[in-house]
């Protein structure tokens, strides 16, 4: 024979029932405490302040109230189901002994840590009464049939009996006393989960709703940095890709077209005097002009590789790592595709870093990963060379890290001396 045990959902229930009811019972001597307690300083503190003794009065109050506030903050965490962060307090950043023992004097949250110690009675009364007479209503009811024996029994309420169809009033007490014990335990959880959330959520707002707003707006001003420095390092990184193709194509197509041009009138001129000269400079422009489409070609996959459009960031790598001198070690498994954005910024980071390592670092292996978490892509160029690569302004990598930096992304280099160099992007999805 089995026993049935309940449900998961069913315990988590009875779980929050048993914080809720004890959250409410223990916080109706807790309220009528503080309340006696804060009524009593503030009232005293005020009434002497006038001759400089209500001052640390006042002060010890508020002090006494926050410490309160801070026991309701762990007290209400359970309630609400998350952690209740606790405040900055003027006093934690005032200079000086004086100044930190009257800074409470001055600081908004310890007021309202104050008017929370003398209001919460309010809520923790109304919501005391609704548990005692639920959960009173619930035992008495569900449990009467163990203790009817025990009350005096006297002839009354005969047309309930026989209604019920009983011929005395036992049968029909059992069956009221039944049905609201039911009634009672039926809406025993949503009452008091309804009254603990009441009490809890006055708690909240007076003692942590301040430091909230005040924690969303330096969030959104973070956020607001973050976005400005993502787009500075766009402008910056998009600078730094005009320069370098401009450089490109002036230290190569544009050289090898303006020899074309020579080549071509030299040619031009040789028909008439000497056509077999004439031919190999024709035929020698022709291998320019190979030469010059075979460098154009490599600067369009640096602006938009259209294998990286087509196919995605796996089939990308695989044709750098096969045009690289050094060789690679590529493990970046197929990961699906991913947003324009985070492709490009992931396919620049190897193929600038592959050329680094071809042109600087005298490594005799490069190992690529590529990998998605819980947080990003992860991107890893890791070679045995000579170290010594730097983010700093002026080095290969600077335009790389805005790049990263303009994708949301982190940027990091370990690279001592003599030791090889690590290159780790993380972007985020």
Known sequence: MTTATPSAPARSLLRQLGIDTQYVLLGFPL????????????????????????????VATLAMSRGFAHLERLRIGAV????????????SQAEGWFRRILAPLIDGQSWLDLV?????????????????????????GLTYPLYDWALPHTPENHGLSELLGFGDTTGARMIVNLATGVLFAVTLYPVVRGVALLEALFAQGLLSGV??????????????????????????????????????????????????????????????????AARATVAEAIAQTRETLDELRALSRGIA???????????????????CTIPVDLEAPLVGRLAPEVESAAYFVVAESLTNV????????????????????????????????????????????DRVRAAGGVLDVTSPDGEGTRLTAVLPL
Not at 31 to 53: D, E, K, R, S, Y
Not at 130 to 140: D, N, Y
Not at 220 to 234: E, F, I, V
């Open 31 to 58: 309220g009528l405490i503080t309340l006696v307690l804060c009524i009593t300083g503030f009232a005293a503190g005020l009434g002497t302040v006038v001759v400089w003794v209500g001052l640390p009065l006042l």
């Open 80 to 91: 609400l189901r998350r952690k209740i962060p606790h405040p900055l307090y003027r006093s």
């Open 116 to 140: 929370h110690g003398l209001f919460r009675f309010i809520p923790s009364t109304i919501a005391f009464c609704f548990v005692v007479t639920w959960w009173a209503g619930t035992l008495t």
């Open 211 to 276: 430091d909230d707003l005040r924690r969303q707006v330096a969030e959104a001003n973070a956020a607001r940095d973050t976005a400005q420095l993502q787009k500075a390092a766009a402008v910056s990184a998009e600078a730094t890709a005009l320069r370098k193709l401009e450089r490109d194509i002036h230290d190569g197509p544009q050289q090898r077209l303006v020899r074309l041009a020579m080549d071509l009138g030299r040619a031009e001129q040789q028909f008439a005097k000497d056509p077999e």
């Open 305 to 323: 590789p259209p294998i990286l459009v087509d196919r995605g960031l796996q089939a990308a790598l695989t044709a750098l790592a096969g045009r």
């Open 358 to 401: 071809a042109k600087h670092s005298h490594a005799n292996e490069v190992r690529v990963t590529v990998e998605r978490n819980a947080t990003g892509l992860l991107v890893t160029v890791e070679d045995d060379g000579v170290g010594g690569a730097s983010l700093a302004k002026g080095h290969g990598l600077a335009g790389l890290d």
